[in-house]
C-alpha cells in the first residue's frame, strides 16, 4: 500500500516508480480521485454547518413565536441532501483506497532490469551438479517406483494436484519439517510458532493476496481463506500495532501445509509434486526497523542457503528483474535447487522484502515519527526456508542410486531413526 498523500506531494517521482513496473502514469488519476473525494467532503462540511445553524435558528424563532417555516423546509431538505452525500464521500474514499491498494509496491533502485524469468540475474551457483552412470529419474518415477509415493490414490480423494505419501517418504517429509524448523531456531533465533491456517479477508488483505491474487485461493463458506503461506498468519501477528523500536527485530518461523488453487498455473508441471494444490512449507517472517531491512534480508537469505546447504543439495541464487518480481515485494532473491530428473534448476525458496506495504495495509507502525511528524511503519520480510515437497524432490533425484533407492542425508538420518536408505515400500 502507498501513502496516498505522498503520492500527491511527488507524482513525478511516484509515476518513475510505477514506470519500472510497466504501470503509468498513475498521479494524475490519483489526484482526480482524491479532488473529487476532497470536493465531497468539503460540501458535507459546508452542508453539516448549515443544518446546525438553521436547528439553532429555528429554535430560536420558535422561542420568539416566530414564523419558521421556510427554515424548516431547508431542515427537511438537508435531512435528504446529507445522507446522499455522505454515501458519495464514503464510495469516494473507496475509490480512491481501493485504487491504490491494488497497485504494485516500488521497487528498489537495484533490481535488475528485465520483463521476465529470462531476465533474472544469476547471483551465486553453489554446490557441484552429480554426475550419474545411468540415467537419473524424476522424483515421481522414483517415488512410485519405492511403492510409498501415490497420486492415483490422492486424485480419488482429492482430485487432481494431490499427493499421498507413505511409509519413509512421509518419514522423510516430516524429518525435513522438523530439521528446518530446529535449525532456523536454533542457528537463526527465529521464533517457532504454530497458527491458524484460516485467516480472515483482512489478513489477506495486509500481506497482499487480496484482492489481486484471489482466485489463487481457497475461500471457506464462513468467509475466511486457507492460507495459501503462512507468511500471513505471522506477518499478521503485528496486525493494528504500535510497535516500540526497542522490540524489533521480531523474527517468527512456521511449518504449515499450503493451500493454492494454482487458478494461473493450467497445463504446468501437472506430474508430480512440484505445484499442487496442498503442500507443506517452513516459512521465515520478520518485522524490523526501516533502516534495517536491506541487511535482514541478506541475513535471511542466508539462513534459507544454510538449509540447503546442511542437506548438500546444489542451488543457485537468482536476483528477479522487474518484470518477475511479485506485486508485494521491493526486491527479491530466489533459489533454485538443481533437480537432475528435469535436468534443471527450479525454485525453491523465495525471499521477499516489502518494505513498508503491507505495514501500511496493516496499519502497524512504530512509536517513532518521520520527518512529517507521523508515525512510521516497520519493514516486513518473508522468505520460504523452505518449500518442504520441494526438498523432498530434490533429497529424491539428487540423492538416487541406479537401483532407484534413495540415501538418507547424513544431517536427517537422526530424525529417520538411523536410516540410511531407503527402498522398495520400507517403512
Known amino acids: 500500500m502507498h501513502d496516498i498523500r505522498w503520492i500527491l506531494e511527488n ?3 511516484f509515476d518513475g516508480l510505477m514506470a519500472r513496473r510497466g504501470l503509468g502514469p498513475l498521479s494524475h488519476e490519483i489526484a482526480k480521485m482524491d479532488a473529487a473525494r476532497k470536493a465531497c467532503v468539503a460540501r458535507l462540511q459546508d ?3 448549515e443544518r446546525n445553524l438553521v436547528a439553532k435558528d429555528i429554535g430560536a424563532r420558535m422561542a420568539k413565536k416566530e414564523d419558521a417555516t421556510a427554515l424548516m423546509a431547508r431542515a427537511s431538505e438537508l435531512k435528504e441532501i446529507i445522507p446522499a452525500l455522505e454515501v458519495e464521500e464514503k464510495e469516494a474514499s473507496e475509490t480512491l483506497f481501493n485504487y491504490v491498494a491494488a497497485l504494485p509496491n516500488s521497487l528498489d533502485a537495484d533490481v535488475p532490469a528485465g520483463n521476465n524469468e529470462a531476465d533474472n540475474v544469476v547471483r551465486i551457483t553453489w554446490g557441484d551438479i552429480p554426475s550419474y552412470d545411468f540415467t537419473p529419474k524424476s522424483h515421481y518415477d522414483l517415488g512410485e517406483g519405492l511403492g510409498l509415493m501415490d497420486f492415483e490414490a490422492a486424485a480419488k480423494l482429492a482430485g487432481a494436484r494431490f499427493v499421498v505419501l507413505k511409509g519413509a517418504l512421509a518419514r522423510l517429509e516430516r524429518a525435513l519439517t522438523s530439521f528446518m524448523l530446529d535449525h532456523h531456531a536454533s542457528a537463526y533465533g527465529y521464533t517457532p510458532v504454530s497458527p491458524p491456517y484460516l485467516v480472515r479477508s483482512a489478513c489477506m488483505f495486509g500481506t497482499g493476496q487480496l484482492p ?3 482466485d489463487d485461493s481457497f475461500a471457506t463458506t464462513d468467509g475466511r481463506w486457507l492460507i495459501p503461506t503462512s507468511e500471513i498468519s505471522l506477518t499478521n501477528l503485528v496486525r493494528e500495532e504500535t510497535l516500540e523500536p526497542s522490540a524489533l527485530p521480531m523474527r517468527y518461523v512456521a511449518a504449515t501445509p499450503c493451500f493454492r488453487s494454482e487458478a494461473g498455473a493450467a497445463g504446468r508441471d501437472t506430474r508430480g509434486m512440484i505445484r499442487q494444490h496442498q503442500f507443506h512449507k517452513v516459512e521465515l517472517v520478520s518485522i524490523v526497523h526501516p533502516d534495517a531491512s536491506k541487511q535482514e534480508h541478506e541475513r535471511m537469505l542466508e539462513a534459507a542457503q544454510s538449509v540447503l546447504q546442511a542437506l548438500k543439495l546444489p542451488y543457485r541464487v537468482v536476483t528477479l528483474c522487474q518484470g518477475d518480481t511479485g506485486a508485494t515485494a521491493r526486491k527479491t532473491y530466489d533459489i ?4 537432475p530428473g528435469d535436468n534443471v534448476y527450479r525454485e525453491i525458496s523465495s525471499c521477499s522484502n516489502t518494505g513498508s506495504y503491507q505495514a501500511r495495509r496493516m496499519e ?9 511528524g507521523a508515525l512510521k511503519y516497520p519493514h516486513t520480510l518473508n522468505g520460504s526456508g523452505v518449500a518442504v515437497g520441494r526438498a523432498l524432490v530434490a533429497v529424491l533425484e539428487n540423492y538416487q542410486q541406479a ?4 540415501l538418507v542425508p547424513e544431517v536427517l538420518r537422526p530424525l529417520m531413526g538411523g536410516q540410511e536408505r531407503i527402498t522398495h515400500g520400507q517403512n
Do not use: C, N, Y
Open 336 to 339: 533454485e535447487v538443481w533437480l
Open 47 to 49: 452542508l453539516q454547518s
Open 364 to 372: 502497524t507502525r512504530l512509536k517513532e515519527k518521520d520527518e512529517r
Open 212 to 214: 489481486k491474487f484471489a
Open 403 to 406: 537401483d532407484g533407492s534413495i
Open 11 to 13: 507524482p513525478e517521482h
